[in-house]
């Protein structure tokens, strides 16, 4: 599986993507945090938190006993020049749309 794949993979599950969410939206955040908003336990974010490290969506640093985790901006890069390599696809997409919703209104 690609970088990519992976990254999907990950993301295609609403916790994670939440996770990534309020980590993009707050910075750097210690795990402890991350257990406190969410409605799951402790080891089950570990988990998931896992799962965004090992596809290489976020990043761990240990101070002490404290795990913090942030968002890595690469991984984000890599979705957008993704999305950004098939614009034109989603455009003609949304073009042909837009025309068949004027025909509809048309007739």
Avoid: C
């Avoid at 939440?18 to 945090?33: T, Y």
């Avoid at 799951?40 to 290489?56: D, N, Q, Y």
């Amino acid at each position: 599986m690609n970088e990519l794949s992976h990254i999907f993979s990950a993301l295609s599950d609403q916790t994670r993507l939440d996770i990534v969410e309020r980590l993009m939206a707050s910075g750097e955040l210690p795990a402890g945090e991350l257990v406190d908003r969410a409605n799951i336990s402790g080891p089950a974010i570990s988990r998931h938190l896992k799962v965004l490290r090992e596809a290489g969506i976020v990043q761990q640093r240990a101070e002490g006993t404290k795990r913090f985790y942030v968002v890595r901006p690469e991984a984000l890069q890599t979705i957008s020049n993704w999305t950004m390599d098939h614009r034109s696809f989603w455009e003609a997409g949304l073009d042909r749309l837009e025309a068949a919703l004027a025909a509809e209104e048309g007739m």
